[in-house]
């Protein structure tokens, strides 16, 4: 079964811009989550989808924004960044409630 | 609010080691706990899952434990190798029926040949 995966894998943006990341979760796999690591703050929870439905959101502002599509793929879009916006952007997919996760391999953003 | 600790924050032994890592919760309430690995600049392979009504759970030379009441977890590695050299993070979810995993901040291991 093939793994998450993420892209892209590396961006490099401008303040001010605006960047969209996706995922695909395992075959099978209903709900997906997103998380921001950083080395000041470390990994972060975003939000979580699980049927086209967010379920749960983390404390990041409006700016952060997120959807999943029926085949359970996932975009997270990230406006106006800013420089403390830079980090791994990490997806996870699992099952269901309760299941065990499973990360991909993260997306690189770098904001200039 | 649930808050994770991982002592050590950085470990370094010689191959052949055995070694224990920690992970401390501050709520019992949880559904899950998760051990990860992740090697440097990548995402987070996932080690071992162990259900809150669990009390270990073993994956070749991993063993984990869990003692919910404590709000404590411990991973043991045996034997040591270069190839473990990775940052372990012990991560919790909830029983809240989200997703959401709250993370420590993670043990650095570097193993020495």
């Known amino acids: 079964k093939a793994g998450v995966t993420q892209t892209p894998r590396y961006l490099i943006k401008t303040r001010g811009q605006q960047v969209t990341l996706s995922c695909s979760p395992i075959?099978?796999?209903?709900?997906v989550s997103w998380y921001q690591q950083t080395p000041g703050q470390g990994l972060q929870f975003l939000f979580e989808?699980?049927?086209?439905?967010?379920?749960n959101k983390g404390n990041f502002p409006g700016r952060f924004s997120g959807r999943q599509f029926s085949n359970s793929r996932s975009e997270m879009n990230v406006s106006t960044l800013e420089l403390g916006d830079s980090a791994l952007y990490l997806c996870?997919?699992?099952?269901?409630?309760?299941?065990?996760?499973?990360f991909g391999p993260g997306t690189r953003l770098t904001v200039t | 609010k649930q808050e994770v600790t991982q002592i050590p924050a950085a470990l370094s032994v010689p191959e052949g080691e055995n070694l224990v890592l920690n992970c401390s919760f501050t709520?019992?309430?949880?559904?899950?706990l998760q051990w990860f690995r992740q090697d440097p600049g990548k995402g987070l392979t996932s080690l071992l899952l162990i259900q809150s009504s669990q009390r270990e759970q073993t994956s070749g030379r991993l063993n984990a434990s869990l003692d919910k009441s404590s709000g404590r977890s411990t991973l043991y590695i045996a034997a040591s190798q270069p190839g473990d050299s990775a940052t372990y993070l012990c991560a919790v979810k909830g029983n809240t029926g989200f997703q959401k995993l709250v993370f420590g901040t993670g043990t650095r291991l570097l193993v020495s040949p």
């Open positions: 709520d019992s309430a949880i559904y899950n």
């Open positions: 075959s099978g796999h209903r709900s």
């Open positions: 989808y699980f049927s086209e439905t967010q379920r």
């Open positions: 996870a997919s699992s099952p269901g409630q309760g299941g065990e996760q499973y």
